[in-house]
Nanobody, 122 residues
Framework: QVQLVESGGGLVQPGGSLRLSCAAS????????MGWYRQAAGKQRELVAA???????DYADSVKGRFTISRDNAKNTVYLQMNSLKPEDTAVYYC????????????????WGQGTQVTVSS
């Protein structure tokens, strides 16, 4: 089994910064993509940013230039540096590990963290 543990959420004023962290643990052979999704109240979950094992990145248009995703493959950890935060960034942020291979020859699976609340408000 694979577990994802997130940290770093909280309350911040507009224009402020937060850094989210997510560590995957358990039986892991490889993880293709690690990233962050968010879900605001009354809205669908959306991709914020993701990074593949080989370094390809994908960002939502709304966060480009403000958020930066990084990843430590050796530690199975992904980070999201969020700068210039806006009230519309308020949401529950979920860590995702996609195409996780626990052992060679096994099927890949996706895993999700429990979510961490980010609130941007004055």
């Amino acid at each position: 089994q694979v577990q994802l543990v997130e940290s770093g959420g909280g309350l911040v004023q507009p224009g402020g910064s937060l850094r989210l962290s997510c560590a995957a643990s358990g039986t892991i052979f490889s993880i293709n993509s690690m990233g962050w999704y968010r879900q605001a109240a009354g809205k669908q979950r959306e991709l914020v940013a993701a990074k593949t094992y080989i370094g390809e990145t994908d960002y939502a248009d709304s966060v480009k230039g403000r958020f930066t995703i990084s990843r430590d493959n050796a530690k199975n950890t992904v980070y999201l540096q969020m700068n210039s935060l806006k009230p519309e960034d308020t949401a529950v942020y979920y860590c995702a590990a996609e195409d996780v291979l626990t052992r060679p020859g096994y099927d890949v699976q996706d895993y999700w963290g429990q979510g961490t609340q980010v609130t941007v408000s004055s």
